[in-house]
């Protein structure tokens, strides 16, 4: 079986390249396993090469082992001197970066350091590799379920009249910590009543009461990989109103999971349950995409979305999430992370439950 960098070397070798500069914390992560959050790596058809500073010397040799030749910086010597010193240049022509995450100072260092060079920007080099999920990263991604679902089960006892939607995040995180969550993957929305009608409503000091949707968005991170959770609760007796929107997203959100497999593009899928949505009247108020996939970051590719007309690979999890949101009433999002697999999905999330009697928070 191919390393990664073995396969990342295919696609250097592919745009032309006779060498690439990795930037990005996460690229170096997936590359040789280095957790930390400071470094480069050089990457060609001969070498690898990872530069970092003393504070991560001990760890990055424990964690890269022989995945890659190792050196330190020091205030007399940068990336670019230690590039130099090691000659990685001498005879390249043409080298990549990712210029979404190489900022602009060290972009314009580099080019003036090393004249030879023809430096190619390649956005996000490593996503196709990323998007497919091997064994270990899906069997990852599946401890970050269960923990967040263990997580919010244990926390849902207190949500109830008078607590605040930042007080129940503050317990939700406590509970993931607790589980073995390395840290949150993004800041716990909560959001009840009308701001529910905010797709990103971090958590704030309003208190939740009676009679209010509270939608809770969520996740856990195990090993770096990450889950991405989204249900909606009321709080009391819903309204007529409140169950027909949350039966058309909950259908909006199983049509798309009944049809969606390995193949379809992001746009198909996306399609599916965005056509439901507007054919019940409320096509206006699902402004977002239908999902995302999620790894070693939260919003990850490939994408589920009108954007995407890419077919999405065998292996790849993704995010389904479609969502109703209307200004001044509230809103609702269901949301669960699956496997995209040749034939259908598998619902990682499945044991969380979804029907609309199990949102409901009886009171009293």
Do not use: C
């Not at 196709?128 to 967040?148: F, G, P």
């Amino acid at each position: 079986m191919m390393s990664r960098v073995e396969k990342f070397r295919e696609i250097i070798d592919t745009e032309r390249l006779d060498g690439f500069l990795v930037n990005s914390n996460t690229d170096i992560r997936y590359l040789v396993g280095f957790t930390g959050s400071a470094g480069m790596l050089w990457v060609d058809m001969e070498r690898v090469i990872f530069m970092t500073d003393f504070r991560y010397e001990t760890q990055a040799k424990k964690q890269i082992g022989d995945l890659a030749e190792i050196h330190i910086t020091s205030s007399e010597k940068s990336y670019f001197d230690i590039m130099d010193e090691l000659e990685l240049l001498k005879g390249k022509k043409v080298a990549g970066f990712d210029g979404n995450v190489l900022h602009y100072s060290l972009y314009r260092r580099l080019i003036a350091r090393f004249l030879n060079v023809n430096w190619i920007s390649i956005t996000n080099p490593l996503a196709k590799l990323r998007s497919i999920k091997d064994s270990n990263e899906i069997n990852k991604l599946q401890q970050a379920v269960d923990m967040a679902i263990e997580a919010l089960v244990e926390t849902l006892p207190i949500l109830r009249p008078g607590i605040t939607e930042r007080e129940f995040s503050a317990e939700l995180e406590y509970r993931l910590n607790r589980k073995g969550s390395e840290k949150s993957p993004f800041d716990i929305i909560v959001a009840s009543g009308w701001r529910a009608s905010l797709p990103h409503g971090v958590a704030s000091e309003k208190t939740i009461q009676s009679g209010e949707m509270v939608t809770v968005d969520f996740g856990a991170t195990y090993d770096g990989y990450t889950s991405d959770l989204t249900r909606t609760f009321f709080i009391g007796s819903p309204d007529e109103k409140f169950e027909k929107i949350y039966n058309i997203v909950l259908q909006a959100q199983q049509k798309a999971i009944d049809n969606m497999k390995a193949g379809m593009t992001g746009k198909e899928i996306d399609e599916i349950a965005r056509k439901y949505i507007q054919k019940e009247g409320y096509g206006e108020y699902f402004g977002h995409g239908l999902g995302h996939g999620i790894g070693l970051q939260v919003h990850d590719t490939p994408g589920v979305n009108s954007r995407n007309e890419e077919p999405l690979p065998k292996n790849s999890v993704v995010t389904v999430e479609p969502g109703i949101y209307i200004p001044d009433w509230g809103g609702v999002r269901i949301e669960d992370d699956v496997v995209v697999e040749e034939s259908g999905v598998r619902i990682m999330s499945a044991e969380l439950p979804k029907k609309l009697t199990d949102m409901i928070i009886p009171i009293g």
